[in-house]
Structure formats: structure tokens, C-alpha cells
DNA sequence: CGGATATGTATTGTATACAACCAACCGGCG
DNA sequence: CGCCGGTTGGTTGTATACAATACATATCCG
């Protein structure tokens, strides 16, 4: 019962994430009406809703682009999302039930399942991390504050990267969720925010560090 | 040359805010169609523009609403404008060229002069007071940071009790802002960062008290 | 009388046709 | 050779028709 409109929309989101589209490359609601096998009245409203979220742009004439994302840009998005998840994080501790720690703990445990897997296991990882901040953005118990954060989770490059993250950022990552289940667990409002900020900052690098390395071994083959 | 899709946008957006369409009534894509000379098409993109703003809701079904604000929403969309206009200011007193200082100057006089008026023209302080606002947000240079304090700035309810405030709460407004041109003067980030946090809960108080103030008004018309 | 179900009406979803528009290309002219 | 203006191919804007869906009301059965 999926309405063209949405599948449209998820359609076109992910092969901008997965980089099938890439970016600064135009968009015609055309092409994108032919690919998705749907009339352009959908792919319209799609652009739409992917425009709010800054994953495509338009021009001053209207024509859509992929947006594509400096270092600058995405240094940006986390400096952003550090303050308001970390503002999340405190809302929820000073709010959470005791049934929503318990489903943190296990998604935890999740987490830690996927990344002590020989060869760790990024996907679920990358699944089971959306859902834990999730649980926490939903005691936080802000419409507003989920419809910001909503448009910086997602984030082209990075979603690229993640699969090369090395086991030890992994790890690290399991061990702040960790002190932040301490922190809800007590109700400890700033604490739980240091705690996330430090988490998302950290995040940033893990991403940088692995974003240069990359970036130096497209060099390598570029000029090898 | 406008064309018929920001028209409409520009139209029904000022009928929320001016509260022609009321809080919770149902929007149907025809009627506004009619309303606003165009066809369905516009509208529909209207729509999804201002959904995103969360002046209007949609509900499982995909019907319209207009957002109803409780007073809670209203605490919380401050709450996060004060965090988010705050690391604006900081951001901004860190890169802030002089002539945009003496831009933001210039158009705090005109805030002055507005507010000494007799009566004081509330219009042009609000406008004005929009465009001292829109200058820090371009000298902070973060593009994501102004779409999310886009999707927070307009609010029904405080555009329309804005011509209650009392010439007190405008002076003070005023002020405030001196305060803030004296940071950004120094460049002291941390300065502007508070400042401006302190301007925002201000502005919170200042719409509680008048809102508290019409409300009673509303109920003593309802019972007597 | 209550509740489920059918039916009609209102509303949204999608496709398509056509109009307006922009951008790049080409040819002529200074 | 460079600039200007028209022309053309492609892209978006808008209207409209029709299909699918949801809501409300009425109707029928237990």
C-alpha cells in the first residue's frame, strides 16, 4: 500500500546516500520520474521533502541538484547536532522511564553483539546506533527538537564512510553508550549531555580521520 | 512574476499566522485551491513547504491541519531558538565584518525609532527586528543553522500577541540589542552567545505574560 | 437499540498535456 | 576576434482529468 509518493521519495534518498547519484549532479524530475517508474507529480513532492532535509538544492532558476558537502559542511552539521542531541540527551534524562533504560540497555547490547563479530558487523551497527539515539530523541519528548535533528542525521558522505571505520572507534562508540546509560540511569541531565556532546564530537573525528584516509588513497590511485 | 507556488505558499502562510485559518481546522487542497485563484498543483507544494515548518500538520491519512501550539510547544520552540540564536551570535561575533556591524547598527536605530513612536509602530519594530535577527544569521555563515532556525522563527501565536507588548518590553528588546552590538564590537563570542540566549527567554517571558494577560481577557468576554 | 456494514461524498494521489522558462548553442555583425 | 541576439532542446510550472482512498451517514441485521 505504499503510495508512489513515498516510494519515490526513499527510492531517490537512498541512491543519493549510497552516492549512485552523485554530487552537485543535476536532477530532472524527469529522469528521476523514469528511473523511479512513477509520473513527475510525485518526484515532485519527493524533491520537496528532500530539499527541507538540504539533501538536494535548487538553483535560483529551480533546477535541482545534488547537494554536495565540504569538510566545512559536514564539520557543520556535527558542531549542530552535538549541541541539540546533546540537548536531547539531557530532556531524556531527566524524563526517561524505567522501560524505555531497558530498551536502551538491549539495543546496547545489540551494539556490542555487532561490533565484537569477527568481521564486525557495520550494518547492524549503523542500524542498531539509529535506534538507540532514536529511543533517546523520543524521551526527550520534543516535536521540534526531532524535526531539527531529523534533517542532520542523515548525512551522504558520511553513511559512505562508516564501513571504514575500524573496529577500536567502534568499540569506543559502544563504551559512550554505555556511560550514557549511566547517566540516564542516575537522571543526570548534564551529565548525559557532556556525555553526548563528547560522543558526537568524537563521531566527527572517527569520520574525519577516516574520510582523509580515504581521500588519500583516491589520490594514490588517481595518480598511480 | 511571482509565480502561482510562492504566491500561494506567501498567502496561506500569512493566513496561518494571522490566524484567518484557525488553529486544528482541516485544510482541504480545493479550498485553498479556490482561495487562491490557482489549481491544486501549487498548493500541494505549498503545503509540503509549510509542513515542513510545522505550521501545518498532516495526519495518518494525509489530511491538513494547521499546527495548534499549546503552551508547551511554544516554550519548547523558544527554548531551542534561545540555544540556536545564541551559538548564531557566537558564531557571529567570531566573523563579523564591520560594515555588516554597521549594518546591524543602522538597523537598530531604526528599531529605536520605531519603538519611540507615538504609539509605537509595532509593525516596523517587527520588521526591523527581523532584519537584525537575519544579519547575525548571515555573518554566522552556517547555512544548516539558518535552515533550522527558519523552521522556528514564525509562529502563529506570537505573531499575534507581538501587538500587545507594552512599549516597556519593546525598550527592553531594544537594549538588548545594544548589548549585543557591544559584543560583536569586541568580538567576544561568549558575550554575544549569552546575550543573546538571555534576549530570547526574555522575549519567552514577555509573550507568556501577554498571552496569559488576552487569555483571561478571552475568558471574561466568554462569561460575561 | 447497538453495532456492523454498505454506500455516497469529499479529499487526496497520480498521470498527462501544455505553457512558460532557462541555458546553451549558433550565426551574424561590429 | 569578440559580442550580441535569436533559436532550439530540454526542464520546470500549472492546470486538469481521472483513480484511489477515507470519512460520514444511513441502513440493515441481530
Redesign the pocket.
Known sequence: ?S????RAYAQIRSMILSGALSAGE??????L?ERC??????I??ALRRLEGELLVKR??????FVADWSLDDVADAFELRAMLEGHAARRAAERMSETLVQRLRATNQAIGAAVRADPPDVEAFLDRNREFHAIILQAAASPRLSALLGTLIEQPVVWRTAHHYGREALLRSFGEHDELLAAFARRDGAWAEAVMAAHIRRAYHAYADAHAGLAAIDRQVAHG
Open positions: 500500500m503510495k508512489a509518493c513515498d543535476q536532477l530532472s524530475e524527469e529522469g520520474a517508474g512513477v509520473s513527475r507529480t510525485p515532485r513532492d538553483s535560483g532558476t529551480q533546477r535541482t
